[in-house]
C-alpha cells in the first residue's frame, strides 16, 4: 500500500489530485483481499483506464487501481465467436486485437480511449454502433458481499450512454471481465452513420471490409479529437441531447439547417457538438482549461488545469447552450 500518491499519471485529463491510500490490483483474489483489508471507514474508490472521469478534488479514500488483462475465447463457431476480456485490458488494443482474428461488430468503436471494464458502464458508443449490440455478459464482484455476479445483456438496463450501474447499481460492483458476441466472415458492415462513407470514398475503398472501416473511424477520430497523451482530456465530454417532439419542432423553425437524428416517433438527438460550436465556444479556453479547437465535444487540459477549472468550463459551455437554444446538454464523464 502507497499513501498520499499522485493519481496524475492515472486519469487522461491529466489533473494532479492525490490519493489517500492506492495499491494496484491483478486478479479477482486481489480485488477481495484489497477490500477485506480496507478499513471499514475508510472510503473505496475504484480505479481502472482513468479515461471516463474527471477529478476535481484529491481523493479521500482507499485507491484501487485496476490491472486485470487477459483474453480468452469462450465458444466459437462457423459464423461467430464469444470472446472475454478481463477488465483492464486497452479498448483499442482489443477492438484491433478482434480485427486481426477477422472477428467483426466493434470497428466501428476503434479508437474509443479507455479500458475493456469501463465499457458496459455507460454503453460506448460511435457511429451507429454501441456496446450492447455485441455485448453477452460481464462478470462482476458485489462490494459488499464478495461474490462474483454475472449479469446479462437485458439486466444491464442499456440505455443512451446508460447502464444499471450509473444508476441503481452505481459504486457497488467491481466488473472483472466482459464477454463479446463477434461475428466471422461475412461481416455486416455498418458505415451509414456520420462520415464514414465520405471517409472510405477518400480512401478510394467501394466494398469495405471491417478493418477499412475501423481505419476510415480512427482517421475521422485523428482528425479531431485530441490526443491524451499530448492534450489531456477524456474523449467526448457531452452527451448528445435527446429532446421531445414538440421541444424538437420548436427548435428547428429557429435552427433549420441543425443536423439531428431521430431516435423514436417522439425523440430526437441533437448533436451537442454542433450546439457547442454555434454557441461560439470551439476553441474557447480559460488559462489551461477549455474546449477543444478542432471538436467542441471534447474539454481540454492544455497543461496544468485543475479539475475546478475544466468543470467551470464545461458549466460555461452547459450555461451558453441553454441561452441560445433553450436545451440542456449533460456530461458524459463522471465529475468527481
Not at 55 to 64: I, P
Not at 83 to 91: D, G, L, Q
Not at 315 to 327: P, S
Request: proline content about 4%.
Amino acid at each position: 500500500m502507497q499513501y498520499n500518491v499522485s493519481l496524475k499519471p492515472y486519469n487522461t485529463f491529466g489533473i494532479e489530485v492525490f490519493a489517500k491510500a492506492f495499491e494496484k490490483v491483478y486478479s479477482e483474489e486481489d480485488i477481495i483481499n484489497f477490500i477485506r483489508k480496507k478499513p471499514s471507514d475508510e472510503a473505496l474508490f475504484v480505479l481502472n483506464g482513468g479515461s471516463n472521469m474527471l477529478l476535481t478534488k484529491d481523493v479521500n479514500a482507499w485507491v484501487m487501481k485496476l490491472e486485470l488483462k487477459g483474453l480468452a475465447i469462450i465458444s466459437e463457431t462457423s459464423s461467430e465467436v464469444i470472446i472475454e476480456a478481463k477488465s483492464s485490458e486497452n479498448w483499442h488494443e482489443f477492438v484491433l486485437y478482434c480485427l486481426a482474428n477477422n472477428w467483426g461488430g466493434l470497428e466501428n468503436l476503434s479508437l474509443i480511449p479507455g479500458n475493456v471494464g469501463s465499457s458496459p458502464i455507460q454503453n460506448i458508443g460511435a457511429y451507429g454502433v454501441e456496446i450492447k449490440d455485441t455485448f453477452v455478459s460481464l462478470e462482476a464482484i458485489h462490494i459488499p458481499t464478495l461474490e462474483t455476479h454475472t449479469f446479462t445483456n437485458e439486466e444491464c438496463k442499456f440505455g443512451y450512454r446508460e447502464s444499471v450501474f450509473k444508476n441503481e447499481f452505481k459504486n457497488q460492483y467491481i466488473i472483472t471481465a466482459v464477454r463479446f458476441r463477434l461475428s466471422k466472415a461475412p461481416h455486416k458492415i455498418h458505415t451509414t452513420y456520420g462520415v464514414i462513407n465520405q471517409e472510405l470514398q477518400k480512401m478510394g475503398i467501394s466494398s469495405p471490409t471491417i478493418t477499412d472501416v475501423s481505419n476510415a473511424v480512427i482517421r475521422i477520430r485523428q482528425s479531431k479529437l485530441p490526443d491524451p497523451k499530448e492534450i489531456g482530456n477524456s474523449g467526448s465530454f457531452f452527451k448528445n441531447p435527446v429532446i421531445d417532439k414538440k421541444t424538437f419542432q420548436e427548435f428547428q423553425k429557429q435552427n433549420p439547417d441543425a443536423p439531428f437524428y431521430e431516435v423514436s416517433a417522439n425523440e430526437f438527438k441533437i448533436p451537442a457538438g454542433w450546439l457547442i460550436e454555434k454557441s461560439g465556444l470551439k476553441g474557447y479556453r480559460n488559462g489551461d482549461a477549455g474546449v477543444h479547437t478542432k471538436q467542441a465535444l471534447v474539454l481540454v487540459n492544455y497543461g496544468n488545469a485543475s479539475g475546478k477549472e475544466i468543470l467551470e468550463v464545461a458549466k460555461h459551455v452547459q450555461d451558453t447552450v441553454f441561452q441560445n437554444f433553450k436545451i440542456h446538454i449533460q456530461p458524459e464523464v463522471n465529475i468527481i
